[in-house]
């Protein structure tokens, strides 16, 4: 987010200097009313010229920013789920391998007793 205020504030002091610069520049020339009038309106068409276009061009760029934040996103949500899955397999297989081993060490016990029980006969 902080580059998206950077560009806009960037944007803001564009506009705001190009209009404070031009107004100076012809306010200060010394011209007739009427020559006057005519390059205040020329000067506001060629700035809200270059405002759109920077307009356009911050949009843009956004828009692109916007993409790869999303692409980058995604991508790094999937390596999470397959970690993820990764993790919930390998645990499984640990639980299964110490069922197994539990039942192992039963029958071991198991055997054992019944061993004990035939040489106490």
Do not use: C, H, Y
């Not at 520049?25 to 809200?48: H, N, Q, Y």
């Not at 276009?53 to 916007?66: G, P, W």
Request: hydrophobic content about 40%.
């Amino acid at each position: 987010m902080s580059n998206g205020k950077k560009g806009k504030d960037l944007l803001i002091g564009a506009v705001v200097g190009g209009l404070v610069g031009a107004a100076a520049a012809l306010l200060f020339a010394p011209k007739s009313g009427r020559e006057l009038r005519s390059d205040i309106a020329e000067g506001a068409t060629v700035v809200s010229d270059k405002t759109v276009q920077l307009a356009t061009t911050v949009s843009q760029k956004t828009q692109a920013a916007a993409k790869t934040v999303s692409t980058t996103t995604t991508d790094l949500v999937g390596k999470a789920k397959d970690t993820a899955a990764s993790v919930v397999e390998t645990v499984r297989s640990w639980k299964d391998s110490q069922s197994e081993d539990e039942v192992q060490d039963e029958i071991a016990a198991s055997e054992a007793a019944e061993d004990l029980v035939i040489v106490g006969r």
